[in-house]
């Protein structure tokens, strides 16, 4: 009995970890995955390096697209698209076109 007694503090201590560390990185990962997947031609986007642009061409053979931007076309893998800026930039035009 004592012997369970000793390893339940680390018990809690590593299951405190996976629903506060693990979990929420795993779920962010499925929903980043999910974002790269549903993209489409004509979207507005921004990469995680500030690039404003829309997407001109996906290629699934090697997952990169071609982003339009205002001073032409630069091919970007499709992890380089971040998900945060991109959602928050078709949300705002979204609004502010209504």
């Avoid at 004509?42 to 290629?59: F, P, Q, W």
Wanted: net charge positive; with cysteine; proline share 2%.
């Amino acid at each position: 009995m004592e012997g369970i007694g000793s390893f339940l503090p680390i018990l809690a201590m590593f299951a405190v970890v996976y629903f506060f560390m693990i979990a929420p990185q795993m779920k962010r990962a499925k929903q980043e995955k999910k974002f790269v997947n549903e993209l489409k031609k004509g979207d507005k986007v921004i990469t995680k390096s500030g690039m404003h642009g829309r997407i001109a061409e996906l290629n699934d053979k090697d997952s990169s697209c071609v982003i339009e931007t205002m001073s032409g076309k630069i091919k970007f893998d499709r992890s380089a698209i971040s998900m945060e800026m991109s959602k928050k930039l078709n949300t705002d035009t979204a609004t502010t076109t209504k």
